[in-house]
């Protein structure tokens, strides 16, 4: 034999070892892969390295070692968040902004981190750090990274808003406070800013349609007044889109919603008083509704920013009484509905936000299409993960019982992987 076939067989079996090495095996009991309208059963999911390799019926002929028995469990593609705020924490919202140093809100953000991918959540966008200055995208390379556990991250950095319009609010005019959004008023300002946020590494643009810190319009549910002219909105949609990121829209009333499709927006965040129409439009125009419902009832029963108010009481359980009926004029219609929480101050409850979408009218596979291969379209990511199939991150979850049947179910999480390595065992032992 001469040298050199010596050494490349050498190097084939070689190779032929670390595979086997990096290769982990799933039984899943009943599996959703993300787009089918129907559980499977019995399903046998090949892992190489990060990657699915395979996705086929149990024969019960396979390897027995590197198997990881999930047999007694539904399993699924990991969950994706479309809008968080992961820098953001348990606690006083505005103390956060005005006494945390974004240093100590990075450190913060990677407990939350934690706490999120534990729940099941493997890819996340952030939708704006709330004044901790890059905590967001610097969080975001960590966990890339590997120096930390956490999702994946798109991350926003910060709102592009009008002046005066998102920021704290109450205080003397002479105090300078930290910064919430980027203000940019004019063609060439915007445009400047969304250049300036693609410079800083962002991958979406975040844009307040309207804005109740400028001023509420309505005292009987949230409202704020407009932000921009639609020849603005052109310009930061146009240079966004030129820099290959996306525009997610902050809006509240169908007017505003109506003037963001109107200038090509990517997503409707939170959408709280709109019609079928609307909805229509935007189905038509490929634009994605992101509704956000928990966040305002846990809002109204003062679970975040502490207690409220009698009169905002009236006024945020108005706002989610006319919220759910929007939500479920969108179910109506074609659009597309994705999966987003907006809990900050909760991390790892974001699949509580499934449940109510259920309990609103949703199909349980609909809903759970909205958190994985729907979510992954709006991000853009549908090549990489959202779906259990060759090819894809090996982002892989499972939970006790069976969310068809009972959408709760998704909240009973006891394994969580992305991109082949474990975070959660099924014994609910961290690794």
């Given amino acids: 034999m001469s040298f050199f076939l010596f050494l490349s067989l050498l190097v084939l079996n070689m190779s032929h070892l670390l595979s086997q090495e990096n290769t982990l095996y799933i039984k899943a009991g009943f599996l959703f892969n993300g787009h089918d309208d129907a559980l499977r059963e019995n399903v046998f999911i090949t892992i190489l390295g990060d990657k699915i390799e395979s996705v086929t019926a149990a024969t019960g002929s396979e390897p027995d070692s590197q198997i990881i028995d999930l047999s007694d469990y539904t399993v699924l593609p990991g969950l994706i968040d479309t809008h968080t705020h992961i820098v953001l924490h348990p606690g006083d919202y505005e103390a956060q902004i005005l006494r945390e140093t974004p240093e100590y809100r990075a450190i913060y953000g990677t407990v939350c981190a934690k706490a999120t991918i534990e729940a099941g959540v493997t890819t996340i966008r952030d939708m704006g750090n709330e004044g901790a200055g890059f905590a967001d995208i610097a969080l975001r390379d960590a966990i890339n990274d590997g120096l930390v556990p956490g999702p994946r991250i798109f991350a926003s950095i910060q709102p592009v808003t009008s002046t005066g319009s998102y920021n704290l609010v109450g205080y003397s005019p002479y105090f300078q406070l930290p910064p919430i959004s980027y203000p940019a008023d004019g063609p060439a300002e915007i445009r400047k800013t969304v250049r300036r946020l693609i410079k800083e590494g962002a991958d979406v643009i975040k844009i307040y349609m309207e804005s109740f810190e400028k001023k509420q319009l309505r005292q009987d549910r949230l ?83 502490g207690q409220i108010s009698p009169e905002n009481k009236i006024k945020l359980t108005n706002t989610v009484e006319e919220h759910t009926k929007t939500f479920q004029h969108a179910l109506k219609t074609d659009v597309k509905i994705a999966f987003g929480t907006d809990t900050f101050e909760l991390p790892g409850t974001n699949a509580q936000e499934l449940v109510l979408m259920v309990r609103y009218g949703m199909k349980p596979l609909a809903a759970l299409k909205s958190a994985t291969s729907v979510a992954a379209d709006l991000i853009g990511i549908n090549q990489l993960t959202g779906a259990i199939e060759s090819g894809k991150f090996a982002d892989i979850i499972a939970v006790k019982g069976n969310p068809v049947n009972n959408i709760e179910n998704i909240l009973n999480v006891v394994f969580v992987m992305k991109e082949g390595r474990i975070y959660l065992s099924e014994t609910g032992k961290k690794l």
Avoid at 236 to 265: C, F, I, P, Q
Avoid at 286 to 304: A, G, H, M, N, Q
């Fill in 223 to 305: 409202s704020g007044a407009m932000n921009y002219t639609e020849d603005e909105l052109k310009v930061l949609v146009e240079e966004a889109h030129m820099g290959g990121l996306k525009v997610a829209a902050h809006a509240y009333s169908d007017e505003a919603t109506r003037m963001a499709v109107r200038v090509n927006v990517n997503s409707i965040e939170h959408g709280l008083y709109l019609t079928e129409e609307t909805f229509r439009q935007m189905a038509r125009k490929d634009i994605y509704y992101v509704p956000t419902l928990l966040v305002y009832e846990l809002w109204r029963d003062s679970k975040i920013f």
